[in-house]
């Protein structure tokens, strides 16, 4: 068995961690199989796309690529599991709201860590992370949520962003780092880091778990 290829980064001007992971489930292609046989449904919280069931063995098996990650980059010696599930990006970019074609965070609460794992065997879209120009902000936490968002609501009623996943530069948002999605490559970062999946404009958004944009996506909170 590979052992994992772990990668720690520093981004942005705030400089906050993020962790890259190369060979981050033991066998992928058990995984992948799961999920031609899962069940699919609608996303839940603003997700532009369906989710279904992880393995139960899924965080035994990541267990040995997880745990050196949160306790070496994140400084976390435990945590608990807020949710996780397959999840496979489908809504056209016209069909967005405009809340899902902004970089968002995941959590404002101190100690959330999130986790996207890599299942497309061609790679596919990777994981874009943003800076607010007008605020400067790239972390979202209880203390500047009231402003930002103010501060974001006014810039939307003045000019509403494109019917676009968030990819790049925008006139609101600057890209601060891209992480290049390879199948059973994972990256973890903070919750409160602003943050998107990187679908490209030409993406093919293919519902099919054997040829879509096919994740494991997780939230946890350190105990």
């Known amino acids: 068995m590979t052992k994992p290829d772990i990668v720690a980064r520093r981004i942005g ?15 992928p292609d058990s995984l992948r199989a799961a999920a031609l046989a899962a069940k699919f449904e609608p996303g839940r919280h603003h997700y532009p796309g369906i989710r279904a069931a992880l393995p139960v063995d899924y965080f035994a098996k990541v267990r040995p690529a997880l745990v050196p990650v949160l306790r070496e980059v994140f400084g976390v010696s435990g945590v608990d599991l807020l949710d996780a599930s397959f999840s496979i990006v489908t809504t056209p970019p016209g ?20 986790l996207v794992h890599y299942l497309a065997p061609t790679g ?16 979202i ?70 040829t879509g944009r096919l994740t494991a996506t997780a939230f946890l909170s350190a105990g």
């Open 13 to 27: 001007g705030e400089g906050q961690p993020i962790a890259i992971v190369d060979g981050f489930h033991p066998d």
């Open 95 to 114: 069909e967005l709201g405009v809340e899902q074609r902004l970089p968002h965070v995941d959590a404002v609460q101190p100690g959330r860590i999130a």
């Open 124 to 139: 596919g879209d990777g994981t874009g992370f943003f800076r607010h120009r007008a605020t400067g902000f790239e972390t």
């Open 141 to 210: 936490d209880a203390a500047r949520s009231a402003g930002y968002l103010a501060t974001l609501n006014a810039e939307l009623r003045a000019d509403a962003p494109a019917a676009a996943y968030p990819f790049g530069d925008t006139s609101l948002f600057e890209r601060i780092a891209h992480v290049e999605a390879r199948y059973n490559r994972a990256v973890i970062y903070r919750s409160a880091l602003l943050h998107s999946g990187a679908i490209a404009a030409d993406a093919v958004l293919d519902p099919d778990p054997a």
